[in-house]
């Protein structure tokens, strides 16, 4: 239901934009999905990195808070994160997931790694 693409190798202090797409869902069905980034680093358990409520709210973790920036556009089936000021301890496999109270849906993941 989900894909994620937009991950890579980057140097700290780097940025990079994954987008996650929903290219089986119809916008109106995307639009009243909670959106989430979800991230999880080698020995680590996952861990919730952003999310935008279908009403637009926005939450971010601390680790990420100022550096992050989550988005999405309902008409384009997309959710977005910006992320900038990158740092060693941001490598990990990042998955968009959708959720509403009926249930959820993940993405395959995409591998961003930083180099020190």
């Known amino acids: 239901q989900l894909q994620a693409f937009g991950g890579g190798l980057v140097q700290a202090g780097g940025s990079l934009r994954l987008s996650c797409v929903a290219p089986r869902m119809i916008f109106s069905v995307f639009s009243v999905y909670d959106m989430n980034w979800y991230r999880q680093a080698p020995g680590k358990e996952r861990e919730l990195v952003a999310a935008i409520r279908s009403g637009g709210s926005t939450y971010y973790g601390d680790p990420v808070k100022g550096r992050f920036t989550i988005s999405r556009n309902n008409s384009r089936k997309r959710v977005y994160l910006l992320m900038d000021n990158l740092t060693p301890d941001d490598t990990a496999v990042y998955y968009c997931?959708?959720?509403?109270?009926?249930?959820?849906?993940w993405g395959q993941g995409t591998l961003v790694t930083v180099s020190s």
């Open positions: 997931n959708a959720r509403t109270a009926r249930g959820e849906h």
